[in-house]
């Protein structure tokens, strides 16, 4: 046996692989600035960023003299974006909730109501209500301001992020009747759930007949503590009778409405056609009858030469 032979493994020599270098993007490949600000105007569109789309160029300016970080950049950007974003869900829930636009607090003359009243209609404007899916009942006499009342309060919910629906009760009843002749009363009422604030304007203004009592109530009983309603009316509770005919169903309505709800009584709150007209007859002056001017009138002598 040759003492030079072993039995050991032979390690095969293995030549080391070259490193591949990361490819580094060439200058060419780079967009020019003209590109690309209209590259990231394109992707910004793309991902519906459009207010940071139409303002960006004048942003970047303005935090490139303003030394800002690219954090306080960013937050520039977001900022736009959120207002315009929201100033849109607002004039797309306005037009949707066919208030009339112009009766808000800035035309309404809180003056006229008592301090308790505006106290209550303070905390109304903070929207708290909605989101307990608490009712406001607002009872007067005509021309008191009742429906100005109830718009107002659904522009300011709005504001808010609430979503609102105004109608008069007789064309949202005679909605109600048209589904319900159609079968898609439920479908009719699912809708109307989506609306977080519902104003029925006039609720005892017009008579109704059993049909139309019928889709009323099961309006009411559906958004029972589940979603707010806003009311105006010119009855008050004891005469709702004139509204539901039945006398078991206008207590389950009264109970239904009254539970959880905020009344704003305007009973003694004059109207105002009936104050415009006393102030107006007050701030006339009385015309002083015709009195002589106390100058004699000029006789004019005509002589004739002799």
């Not at 003492?3 to 692989?17: D, E, H, I, Q």
């Not at 580094?24 to 394109?42: E, F, K, M, Y």
């Not at 064309?171 to 079968?183: I, Y």
């Not at 539901?244 to 003694?268: G, Q």
């Given at each position: 046996?040759?003492p030079m032979?072993t039995?050991?493994?032979?390690t095969?020599?293995?030549?080391?692989?070259?490193?591949r270098?990361r490819?580094v993007r060439?200058?060419?490949?780079?967009?020019?600035a003209?590109?690309?600000?209209?590259d990231?105007?394109?992707m910004?569109r793309?991902?519906?960023l459009s207010?940071i789309?139409?303002t960006?160029?004048?942003t970047?300016?303005?935090?490139a003299k303003?030394?800002l970080?690219?954090?306080a950049?960013l937050?520039?950007?977001?900022t736009?974006?959120?207002?315009v974003r929201t100033?849109r869900?607002?004039?797309?829930?306005l037009?949707?909730?066919?208030l009339p636009r112009e009766?808000?607090?800035?035309?309404?003359r809180?003056d006229?109501?008592?301090?308790?009243?505006?106290?209550?209609?303070?905390?109304?404007?903070?929207g708290?209500?909605?989101?307990e899916a608490?009712?406001?009942?607002a009872?007067?006499?005509p021309?008191v301001?009742?429906?100005?009342?109830?718009?107002a309060?659904?522009?300011?919910?709005?504001?808010r992020?609430?979503?609102?629906?105004?109608?008069?009760?007789?064309?949202l009843v005679?909605?109600?009747?048209?589904?319900?002749?159609?079968?898609?009363l439920p479908?009719?009422l699912?809708?109307?759930?989506?609306v977080?604030?519902l104003i029925?304007d006039d609720?005892?203004?017009?008579q109704?007949?059993r049909d139309e009592?019928?889709?009323?109530?099961?309006l009411?009983?559906?958004?029972?503590?589940?979603r707010?309603?806003?009311l105006?009316?010119?009855l008050v509770?004891s005469?709702?009778?004139?509204?539901?005919k039945?006398?078991?169903t206008?207590?389950a309505a009264i109970?239904r409405v009254v539970?959880?709800?905020v009344i704003?009584?305007l009973m003694?709150v004059?109207?105002y056609?009936?104050q415009?007209?006393?102030?107006a007859?007050?701030?006339?002056?009385?015309?002083p009858?015709?009195?002589?001017?106390?100058s004699e009138?000029?006789?004019?002598?005509?002589g004739t030469?002799?």
């Amino acid at each position: 046996m040759n003492p030079m032979t072993t039995n050991a493994p032979v390690t095969p020599v293995t030549t080391p692989r070259p490193t591949r270098r990361r490819a580094v993007r060439s200058a060419a490949a780079v967009p020019a600035a003209g590109n690309r600000h209209d590259d990231l105007q394109t992707m910004l569109r793309q991902l519906n960023l459009s207010a940071i789309a139409d303002t960006f160029a004048e942003t970047a300016l303005h935090a490139a003299k303003a030394h800002l970080s690219h954090e306080a950049f960013l937050y520039e950007l977001a900022t736009q974006e959120c207002a315009v974003r929201t100033q849109r869900r607002i004039e797309r829930h306005l037009h949707a909730s066919h208030l009339p636009r112009e009766k808000t607090f800035t035309t309404l003359r809180l003056d006229r109501f008592s301090p308790a009243l505006q106290l209550q209609i303070e905390r109304l404007r903070t929207g708290a209500f909605v989101e307990e899916a608490v009712n406001v009942v607002a009872v007067g006499r005509p021309g008191v301001g009742k429906s100005h009342l109830a718009a107002a309060l659904g522009q300011e919910l709005i504001l808010r992020g609430h979503t609102v629906l105004w109608t008069t009760t007789s064309a949202l009843v005679q909605r109600l009747l048209a589904a319900k002749r159609d079968l898609r009363l439920p479908q009719q009422l699912a809708q109307l759930d989506h609306v977080a604030c519902l104003i029925l304007d006039d609720i005892g203004y017009v008579q109704h007949d059993r049909d139309e009592m019928e889709v009323l109530f099961t309006l009411l009983a559906e958004r029972y503590e589940r979603r707010s309603v806003i009311l105006t009316t010119n009855l008050v509770f004891s005469d709702w009778n004139r509204i539901f005919k039945d006398p078991l169903t206008t207590m389950a309505a009264i109970d239904r409405v009254v539970h959880h709800s905020v009344i704003l009584d305007l009973m003694t709150v004059e109207s105002y056609r009936a104050q415009e007209a006393k102030e107006a007859q007050r701030h006339e002056t009385p015309q002083p009858p015709d009195q002589p001017n106390g100058s004699e009138e000029a006789i004019v002598v005509t002589g004739t030469s002799s």
